[in-house]
């Protein structure tokens, strides 16, 4: 199993990274999810709904998060 890290940063230009474990490269879906669930940690998310239907994009509108990059770890 490979071990990718996936980059991303906020609004204020900080970057973060994640590291998981797949087969194959992780596809952007997997990867927004992975990187929620990373911020929903870092972030103040008493806001962000749990039942929403897409925290993802929550995250998004109120940190400005972009996902950056995806490497295979050697």
């Given at each position: 199993m490979s071990k990718w890290k996936i980059a991303y940063s906020n609004s204020d230009g900080n970057t973060s990274v994640v590291s998981?474990?797949?087969?194959q490269k992780p596809d952007m879906e997997r990867v927004a999810q992975i990187v929620r669930d990373d911020a929903l940690?870092?972030?103040d998310d008493s806001e962000v709904?749990?039942?929403y239907d897409e925290p993802t994009v929550?995250?998004?509108e109120r940190h400005g998060i972009t996902i950056t990059g995806i490497t295979e770890e050697g």
């Open positions: 998981t474990e797949a087969e940690e870092e972030y709904p749990r039942d929550a995250l998004l």
